[in-house]
């Protein structure tokens, strides 16, 4: 996964055609999609509706709810040659709080906007010339922050990872599974069929890397404050 190395592109918000219900009644009637039977329509499997997309729309609904909610997330990440790169996130892309682990070495950052505190580990600190362990207030814009990304924006990070979405499993457990690689053989991404379309779980492996990340706490998620002092 190669492009987890580089800043991925957000993904562009859609609607999501839900089949129950309507405010009113359209001027012309709606097109039937042609990927989907939908006699077979189960309002307790299918609930809101993501699973009767065909894969591409689904993932742009998948990201367009992802962006309008913070989270807490958890990563864990592993290159080719088996490097680790642990992240704990909470919040959302432009609020949250992290802790970065890579070689067993934790760098802390907290953003708040346009404004940014980073404790960095040993490591990062003889790079950027800092103290290791003093907090450093930069702007959110600074290569403390962004040298992470996308694993400190959940929208970007699963626009990157789900960018060969090729299909959708059966609903299943109130979940259903957006594939990955040609029939799902990079991994999957596992999504709540029950009000928005949020993720719980993604699990991918390919030449470049693997990555396993959880996800919970949508809408709720608090990220920790920035110092006063910055």
Request: charge should be negative; charged fraction near 20%.
């Amino acid at each position: 996964m190669a492009e987890l190395r580089r800043t991925a592109a957000v993904g562009v918000a859609a609607s999501l055609l839900l089949v129950t219900g309507c405010a009113s009644a359209p001027a012309e009637p709606a097109p039937t999609p042609t990927w989907v039977d939908l006699a077979g329509y189960d309002p307790e499997r299918d609930a809101n509706g993501l699973s009767l997309l065909a894969p591409a729309d689904a993932r742009r609904q998948i990201l367009a709810d992802v962006a309008t909610a913070d989270t807490s997330m958890s990563v864990t990440f592993r290159d080719a040659s088996g490097r680790p790169l642990d992240v704990e996130f909470t919040g959302g892309s432009q609020r949250f709080s992290a802790e970065v682990t890579a070689d067993g070495e934790t760098t802390s950052i907290v953003v708040d906007g346009a404004r940014a505190a980073v404790t960095p580990s040993s490591p990062v600190a003889a790079l950027a010339g800092l103290e290791p362990g003093v907090v450093a207030c930069v702007a959110a814009t600074d290569d403390l922050v962004t040298r992470w990304h996308p694993l400190l924006d959940p929208t970007a990070f699963l626009a990157d990872a789900t960018s060969d979405a090729s299909g959708l499993g059966a609903p299943a457990g109130g979940a259903v599974e957006l594939l990955l690689g040609e029939d799902g053989t990079a991994g999957v991404l596992r999504v709540s069929t029950a009000g928005p379309a949020l993720p719980s779980e993604l699990i991918r492996a390919d030449e470049a890397a693997a990555v396993h990340a959880r996800f919970s706490a949508w809408g709720e998620a608090e990220p920790r404050p920035l110092p006063d002092d910055c």
